[in-house]
């Protein structure tokens, strides 16, 4: 049985999220949603159609009730904007910030956010100067491809109102540290892209991205387009569900080989050591408060540390890197820093090694069944 609504629920009717039975303790992450829906319409995404191209919004008051229930039920004091584009309503969100700036000075900062959207908020330095006043330290762009005329080809050019490399520094100005999502995979790819992505990454200095082999996924125009050309391949034993034009073992060593290059773990330290120089300083600093430094953070922090020391410091082969980061910043005492991008690069150094091997899919979307290994032709 299918349950379907004929219209999207206003989502100032929403009510607070039963953040008690989530134990949020538990999770690195607690999440929070000020708005649904995205303007734009890339070829390969399903939000505007899932969730409409006039984002809906709650009212800043329903925002502060949640920040003070997710304050209440323990959460880990790192919080996720869900949104599928932060800025989809640009006078929203500037509307909206000022109202969290002041919840967190009532409350002595106890959070620091996250969110996702378009690299265009480079273009408005007003809304940046308010996120960093809010805490916001890191903001997922779907960046997808250095390549503009790809950029073009997919209905994504309002990532190009600013030049990408300038529009990360521009972020990175403001003490927020740009991830990025990329697609490998599309039909203006050619030999040399996983190349030219190789090259962005090493200039842009973005030490997390999400690399993805292109996914049709219905609802949205490309599966519509590919359908049509016959070209939505339905076979468990593939990566996608793309007929890709380049041939597919070639599409899939050049995901392997950009992806263990981004994630050589040299490579990762070098750019996190860059973010370390170019953003966190510019970010709010905070005197210590019960909010900021408590016990229970404190024992959690312990274990936390215990674990990078063991995983990371004692048996990863990569453990030399680790430790000519993580001494410079023992140095001036800055252990969150340390277990922030230890945990960050161990996890995508990992996810890389089964990713390329064949243990983990190339694609978030993927529906490929993981019960046999990834075989390749060109290895
Ligand atoms: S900007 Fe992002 S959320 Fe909006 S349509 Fe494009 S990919 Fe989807």
Redesign the pocket.
Known sequence: MTLKTGERLDLTEFPVPRYEIAELGRYFLGSIQFSSG?P???E??D??NLYGRNPRLKAPEQIAAELDKLLDCGSTGWIYFVD??FI?NRKAARDLLPHIIAWQKRNGYPFVFSCEA?LNVAKRPEILELMREANFHVMFC?IETPEPDALKAMG?E?NLTVPILEAVDTLNSYGIEALAGIILGLDTDTPESGDHLAEFVVRSNIPILTINLLQALPVTPLWDRLARAGRIVDDEDRESNVDFLMPYDLVIAMYRDVMLRCYDPAQVYARFEHQVKATYPNRLKFKLNSHRLNWRDARRAAIITSRVVWHVGVRSDYKRVFWKFALRRLVRGDIECILRVAIGAHHMIIFTREATSGRANAAFHSQRDRSEPLTVAAE
């Open positions: 995205c734009y319409v890339c390969f995404c939000i505007p599928d584009n989809g378009t779907g994504k309002h």
